[in-house]
């Protein structure tokens, strides 16, 4: 598994370095005090021996945030990837995904979208039932399970 972080530049082509490729789409926390959820998901997915390339809209350590790097590269990881895993753990005002909302509604009907977010996400009916009506899937209300699924569909 290669974790692709935003820091890193985008590299036109890597999307085809790998048959598998999953974004880890979801709310990005905006202070040190909120903890991440991805760095959860990718030692998940290492334990389930994923062998493709895992884009993360998350910098590494203390490197320089680039607003204007950051949405291109985001979007190019989102239009490049094989899959898109939404994870949602929604929470006002920590974690508020506006920006998520918009790639959810963006990529919902993409065919490559797989949703999730925990039972106490706040603010998910809408996306629940968008996901329900355009895929005819249930949502997912465990990050593991989210993943599991990702890599067997």
């Not at 999307?15 to 979801?26: K, Q, R, T």
């Not at 919902?108 to 009916?125: F, L, Q, T």
């Amino acid at each position: 598994m290669e974790v692709y972080t935003s820091d890193r530049p985008i590299n036109k082509g890597l999307e085809n370095e790998y048959n598998h490729s999953i974004f880890l789409a979801g709310p990005t926390p905006r202070s040190d005090d909120v903890k991440s959820w991805r760095p959860k998901a990718i030692g998940i997915l290492g334990n389930m021996d994923y062998n493709g390339l895992v884009w993360t809209p998350e910098v590494q350590g203390e490197a320089k945030y680039d607003y204007i790097h950051q949405v291109e590269w985001e979007k190019w990881g989102l239009n490049a990837c094989k899959k898109i895993v939404f994870w949602i753990p929604r929470s006002i005002p920590d974690m508020p995904a506006f920006t998520t909302n918009v790639e959810f509604g963006r990529y919902v009907d993409s065919g490559r979208v797989i949703y999730g977010r925990p039972d106490e996400a706040v603010k998910c009916a809408y996306l629940d039932w968008m996901y329900k009506d355009l895929t005819g899937k249930d949502p997912i209300n465990n990050l593991e399970n989210l993943l599991k699924e990702s890599i067997e569909y």
